[in-house]
């Protein structure tokens, strides 16, 4: 038997999760008390900021980026193993339920990136879009910021990598298409599963596999430099899925792939137990055992070099399947380094335009 009873539809966590900043928590004692609060499922809240600092300098050895910048913290999309989920605590919610229905939104992100690239003392070199949460989360159709922080990557001229796992992003085509003919954007597209049954417990509010790989295709015919992360792989759910994704999005036109083994640390671990026992009753502690083997007998990993791959047995099957699958199906296919030499400061009436 698969997924409990009152499995709640159309969200991720299936719980909120206690903050590590808060001594207290408000907790239902019973499920009868007339006073109790259970706001378990209420709609999205949107709570907007005004930004004085837009890009994060990124220190981790193992990421492979300078600086990343998010225009929205918290993410609709409500992945469960998202691992942004922690970083919500620092806004006063918690990694649960809180994450994905109270959305910090960055209003004044453009301005505050062209005031950035202005400095005399900027260095040049890739910024990654989404490195937390993603840009092109359900909110951007409407607000734009994203692509308004994109137009003032053109402007500039500044090169830019960017992930997403929504389709929207093809919204903005025409600016994406500019910078990738001068070698100044990286896209990857979030794939997890090539079924949408899955995506629809993993990811609940991203866009649909179909869509994605459409996304893929859709960017390739326009020349803009296309990885997929086939991520995370979650031993027990969808890792037996490589080679079948690896073949659709070859099939799309992706230049490069890459992918890494979940990684549940902090409150996260809580939350996705939680979801995974009602989501997948029949085989929760087959999939938690399995994790726990990728990362030396814990869900937790923050070892830098073996975070993002794990270790053991199970982490070497996956590697050599994703090794054996990108060479059948990707195999002679390149994706051009960024440039960083085309920068330019000081366009008259840029900061006017914001």
């Not at 509010?205 to 459409?214: E, F, G, H, V």
Request: charged share 25%; hydrophobic share 35%.
């Amino acid at each position: 038997m698969e997924e409990h009873s009152d499995f709640i539809k159309g969200r991720g966590a299936q719980m909120q999760a206690k903050s590590r900043f808060h001594a207290q928590e408000i907790v239902q004692e019973h499920m009868e008390g007339i006073d109790d609060i259970n706001d378990i499922n209420t709609p999205t809240q949107f709570f907007y900021e005004h930004s004085r600092q837009i890009v994060n300098k990124v220190d981790s050895p193992d990421i492979g980026l300078a600086y990343s910048m998010n225009p929205y913290q918290g993410c609709e999309h409500g992945c469960i193993y998202c691992y942004a989920r922690n970083t919500h605590e620092y806004w006063g919610y918690n990694a649960g339920l809180d994450f994905e229905k109270k959305i910090i939104v960055k209003r004044n992100a453009a301005s505050v990136l062209a005031k950035t690239f202005e400095k005399p003392n900027w260095e040049v070199r890739p910024i990654m879009f989404s490195g937390n949460t993603d840009c092109y989360q359900p909110i951007e159709r409407k607000l734009q910021i994203t692509r308004n922080m994109l137009q003032v990557i053109a402007q500039y001229k500044h090169p830019v990598g960017m992930i997403t796992k929504n389709h929207l992003i093809t919204r903005d085509i025409d600016i994406l298409k500019e910078l990738a003919a001068q070698q100044l954007v990286h896209v990857s597209i979030s794939i997890t599963s090539a079924r949408d049954e899955i995506r629809q417990k993993l990811e609940p509010r991203a866009s649909a596999i179909s869509q994605r790989l459409k996304t893929v295709e859709a960017l390739a015919k326009e020349d803009i430099p296309v990885n997929v992360m086939i991520a995370p792989i979650i031993p027990g759910i969808n890792h037996h899925e490589i080679p079948q994704i690896m073949k659709l999005i070859a099939d799309a036109g992706a230049s490069s792939a890459a992918y890494t083994i979940v990684r549940l640390n902090g409150a996260i671990g809580g939350v996705f137990e939680d979801w995974v026992r009602k989501a997948y009753p029949d085989r929760a502690d087959k999939v938690l055992n399995q994790i726990k083997e990728c990362h030396g007998g814990s869900l937790n990993d923050s070892r830098f070099g073996t975070r993002m791959r794990g270790e053991g047995n199970i982490a070497t099957i996956v590697k050599d399947l994703f090794v054996v699958s990108k060479k059948k199906y990707l195999s002679g296919r390149s994706y051009p380094p960024l440039r960083t030499d085309l920068f330019m400061r000081n366009n008259k009436g840029q900061l006017g335009l914001f």
